[in-house]
């Protein structure tokens, strides 16, 4: 949509707002539609080209205003959660239309959905040791829980055990910034052997500094055999995935229990929108489950609840599945026109592998060098980049983050960044 | 601003918002201020009376721009939290803008303000504990913990206490479903003797079945001798604070480590918009705290908050104090005068004092008739209430909630629960 149709769409739309306010009496209180009625009114997937505009908007309509905010808000979330995660080939366990015992809910950030997994899964691991040992108090057991993740996962994921009140382990990582099966497996026996009690293991798929991506496959089965919930964190790439050729790198969400990515980081959607899967909804209701007489009444608070899966739903037909691809690829090209500039100047070096819209680089030399470039860089406010600490090195990461970012802006990039560059190299005792 | 002044102020804002986007490459990508900038370019305090409509979006261009996202959403907000502790007369030491040690910050709901405040308590009490008794495990603490509430609190707290690994114990309530001073210090007593360690009350200013208010100027000198976190929820009640007349039944905030109360519910802020303040913000930092690079160089994560003052700028500037004030006591005048319907007929009866803008209601006679009645009223979809129990009388909710409400309303409403009540009286074994 240029800026054209969105002055045009913009205007209809204050309108059409308008319009419903200034006829509202003539409305229902309370919706005329059955639960559940929303689902057969719409496709069971998203398009995989376009859908005219027009038509969303006439679904509103058709599909919305009959449910008003409740329960329209929470059908559409509940469906639009399955599109997207048929569009990741999620396995069927995950997606809540075809009667299984999972489904998807939209949560404000990735470390939300780490909060309340883990909340969720220490709920259901102090149940498991109490039913096989009823002697144990509870304050026994949760003094002995302990979460794991890895040395490079966000530090939301030491927060969450933070306010869950457990332990948490970080595990090391390979050469390429990743845990494996074997490195897990050895904390987990020595851990066990203390007498702790292992319950969770937050799995990052592509991490804040440099887009790594841990080993599931090899990490799943140990979770499923140990009966600790695996959570997999794909803030940020898990978007990608709706691309085949990058679905392999999520091979291994078989075994998760729970799985998160940001829409709002990668898939056009605004911010919030975090979407997160379980395998079994009981396990989060279970652990969170209060039912006083007016939240009976109120619909389980629905209607306190923000329509976040509006947008997906006009993002997803206004793209269509193969739009969303083409975006995604349009970002990993841009990335890797920029690692071949960088791999072009022998001053510079690349310091982690370019998979996503990410590029780790720094200048070969002393780390006090580089933060002097992030510094110049910062000051002439022409790009923005923030650095990570990778192996004791001060990395330089640029991120493909703009829907409107081309070529152009690359190469425009690179020549500003080699000409600060030179200047500092210009400088005595740079 | 009717309907006509809202198409064309939409209409402006669309073109605002295209304008922004199509010149977008014009802007530099870092905000040119430091930080605390923004303070001193807007009042101290919100308007008495409203500001003019154009001269607020020409504060967006003059204020916000030039400090984008970043910082100026954060800061904004720090002011928007002072603006309105004034308007409630907060004692000072929760305005930020004092050199206080505390301040306010948004949430998303009331919930999660309970939680934050519970948690914070948590951890202060841990430290305090183990700093007299650095013998003591964590877990052990931990496992003594005793946090306190009404009967008649909003079962989130509960939710928090569960959450946050805590036990909870309720406080049973006078005749007017209030906590007092006596009743809470005798389980206190109690359980000081089993060894347990009190550490959070939360007090409740307009509960959710009936609006009542405990009694904070008994409880609160209580939670203070004892090192008991005093959280207030008023999450519903907190907006008639404004108006002086209300105010009295904020007296003993001064008691206070924490309060809430939603604009979104009632002082015409869209939602979500919770505002929560702290009287020693290190409570909060230090219990939370995560410093890895990549946050340092992102000013905390503000690049991925929501801009929620804004709303509140605009509201309390369109509106002014005054304004605000006529919305509130609009409400209360509508509810006192559907309670004098209600009490005008020997058939009904009132269940708790009317205070805001809730009337708690109920036919004379058995739980059966009064639910009854409301399958009815629900069934007719003209009008939508939500029940109660009270002492386990099943009882009608009676509430004034929407921007447009009016006497007229208040008498059709009326006309309806009583000729429905009538069709039922005259059904055999109604």
Redesign the interface.
Known sequence: MD??E??RR??E???Y???Y??N?EQR???P?VEPGYLRSLIPTEAPLEPDNYDDIIKDVDRVIMPGAASPACTELETVMLDWLGKMLNLPEHFIAGTHGHGGGVIQ??ASEATLVTL?AARCKAVRRVQASNPEK????I??KLVAYTSEQAH??V??AS????AMIKKVPTDNNYAVGGDMFKKMLEEDKAAGLIPFYFCATLGT??SCAFDRITELGPICNKENIWMHIDAAYAGSAFICPEFRPLLNGIEFADSFNFNPHKWLLIN??CSTMWVKKREDLIGA?K??????K??NQESG?K?FRSLKMWFVFRMYGIQGLQAYIRKHVGLAKEFESLVRADKRFEICAEVIMGLVCFRLKGSNRLNELLLKRI?KS????L????LSGRFVLRFAICAR?TDSRHIQQAWRHITQLTFEILQEPNH
């Open positions: 800026a054209e969105f002055r913009g205007m739309m204050v309108d707002v308008a319009n306010l200034e509202i229902p209180v309370y005329d404000s950030t909340l108090s509870e304050a026994e949760l003094s530090c939301s030491e927060r933070l306010i869950g009140g804040t500094a911010f919030d969170f209060m039912e006083p007489l007016y939240l009444h109120e306190k923000r910062t406010r022409e790009i923005h923030v650095p990570c600490q409107t």
